[in-house]
């Protein structure tokens, strides 16, 4: 029964050849967030050339800006724009869904020769079996992979990286230097009135204090 698949051997080279492509569509985006997920899990000492495009992007308009509105869709907009093979990411996924259309195609118009030709209805059986086969492991794939899932805790992971650590020490930093952007002699004068006032620590304790704190950050 299957013999029609080698008799019609270029129609069964179009369905397999699209097939294989919609498979590496949504394995080759898999693969690509997954690297970028196993970078986002230390973001300090991120390698990953993406990752390091977005923590300096994130830097700069939280300088210019004084704040980032909008941390999620940041985040968002930033990983829309990542590139495979010079690529927007996104165009994987429609490429995957296209490729089997394009693969159902064939074995449709295999279908249709077969059934032209007035051959019985058997003949052409192989085809349908081929499509409900590819159906099933193209949605098969595509569930194993998650390509999805995948970015959508990729994106979590940036968002609470940046909400709850990289936002902090920034504003830390920006307090620090504004303390530095103090003269000294106005420094001591006015920590000398607060701990006369509090009678709390003395000038000398305060300096130590300070150069403690700038250690540790």
């Known amino acids: 029964m299957f013999d029609i698949l080698l008799n019609q051997n270029y129609i069964s080279a179009w369905i397999a050849a699209f097939f294989i492509l919609s498979l590496l569509m949504q394995v080759t985006l898999w693969l690509h967030d997954k690297r970028l997920l196993n970078g986002a899990e230390n973001m300090s000492t991120v390698s ?24 999620p869709v940041f985040v968002d907009n930033c990983l829309a724009k990542e590139k495979i093979c010079g690529l927007n990411r996104r165009v994987f996924g429609r490429w995957s869904i296209q490729f089997l259309f394009y693969s159902l195609i064939g074995a449709g118009v295999g279908a249709f020769q077969v059934l032209a030709l007035s051959e019985p209805f058997t003949a052409a059986l192989p085809y349908y079996f081929i499509c409900a086969l590819e159906l099933y492991l193209f949605f098969s794939v595509r569930s194993l992979f998650d390509a999805q899932g995948q970015y959508e805790l990729l994106h979590l992971k940036l968002v609470e990286y940046f909400e709850n650590h990289l936002v902090p020490r920034l504003r830390l930093n920006e307090a620090m230097s504004q303390v530095e952007d103090i003269p000294q002699p106005k420094r001591r004068e006015e920590r000398k009135k607060r701990s006369l006032k509090s009678g709390g620590l003395t000038p000398q304790e305060e300096d130590e204090l300070e150069v403690l704190l700038q250690e540790m950050v």
Request: proline fraction near 0%; glycine fraction near 4%.
């Open 48 to 71: 990953h050339k993406a990752l390091k495009a977005i923590h300096s992007k994130f830097v700069q308009c939280y300088h210019m800006n004084g704040e980032v509105a909008d941390i």
